[in-house]
């Protein structure tokens, strides 16, 4: 069997999908080397991984996206902080697989100097994807602005306007710092920034189809095995037993984003309906909260016995969360806020999974509303489940990494 060395950006949201492939791998006889954000070094080694923190100047580059005016300001920010990590993720993976000498390697797509340096290395390598690829298609919108899909003449004209610019404002703001790390390993320039999702040999893309939107020009290295969902394990929390009312479950991003007036509204929002909201803030402040009777506050609960019992899940829009919930049936009423999240929130809407409700207009009345409107779209949630079952999940990807390697 062979020795796999996994490396990822410090984000739980990048490590967490990863986990179920890593798993599967050493189920299947595979020594697994893992190097992610130092908070979850002893949990991997609790999973059986030989596991290792990333180099700590790493994490201390923090994303400040939330700090910007507008999404353009956002987006400059983002390309900063992972262009400033990326020529220490290239040691940093570089020292690590001369120190494990792995016959495969599988590196987190937003570690730019990772992918980079695996690319370098020589040997075999893979990429997971967690998240929308940021790909231009002939039968797609442009990534990032959360467009529906064309429609006819007046949308494909959108799109062939549209499109060239998004490509090229990506391509100012992220390709210096991508071209610059590859420059330093020996690696022939991008033309696009969007050939760094090209690269690899394989991409395991942890989506399916209809929630990605089907396209014709899919490159042969990707593979869409489906979301990968992980959390540590655990039980519904004590505070919900005994609670009869469907749950609404409320989750804001695990990585800071100054997001917590979701919860804020949603907990007006729901005060007094036929549920039980439960909220939980793994990175926003709690202590301003007007918590009604039927809402409870968490600071962090497992997801998934809770959405077991949920009409619906309210997200910031996070693909995580997102497809965890709808891998489970449960529709999504998304209110993004940045990131990649306004396109997540338009495949639920386009996939008829649930609502999407712009940050902008998030009002208690407003989000009640979209609520409803979720739960009455329970049937396409389940359809989205069904197709991401399909798509096989973490046997799927760890069959195409064996034949990779």
Known sequence: MSRILAYTAPARGQLFPMIPVLEELRERGHEIALRTLAGEVEAMRGLGFATAPIAPEIEALEMDDWRAGNPAGAIARTARAFGARAEHDARDLSRAIREEEPDGVLVDVLAWGGVSAAEAWGGAWACCCPFPLPLSSRAGPPAGAGLRPARGPAGRLRDRLATPLVRA??????????????????????????????????????????FEYPRPDWPAGIVMVGPCPWEPAGEL?????????????????????????????????????PFHAVVTLPAADATRLRVPANATVLPFASHTPILTRSACAITHGGMGVTQKALA??????????????????????????????????????????KVHEAISRRPGAERLAAAFADAGGAPAAADAFERLL
Request: hydrophobic letters at 45%; aromatic letters at 6%; proline letters at 9%.
């Open 237 to 273: 929390p004590a505070e919900l037993e005994g609670i009869a009312d469907p749950l609404v479950l409320v989750t804001t991003s695990s990585e800071f984003q100054d997001d917590g007036r979701l919860a804020r509204v949603a907990l007006e929002a729901l005060a007094g309906e």
């Open 169 to 210: 404002g990506h391509d100012r703001l992220f390709l210096p710092w991508l071209n610059a790390v590859r420059q330093d390993l020996g690696l022939k320039h991008f033309a696009h920034a969007e050939e760094a999702f090209l690269a690899p040999p394989l991409l395991l893309y942890m989506t399916a189809e209809p």
């Open 328 to 369: 489970l049936g449960v529709p999504v009423c998304v209110v993004p806020f940045g990131r990649d999240q306004p396109d997540v929130a338009r495949r639920v809407e386009v996939a008829g999974a649930g609502s999407r409700l712009p940050a902008r207009r998030l009002r208690p009345e407003r989000l009640r509303a």
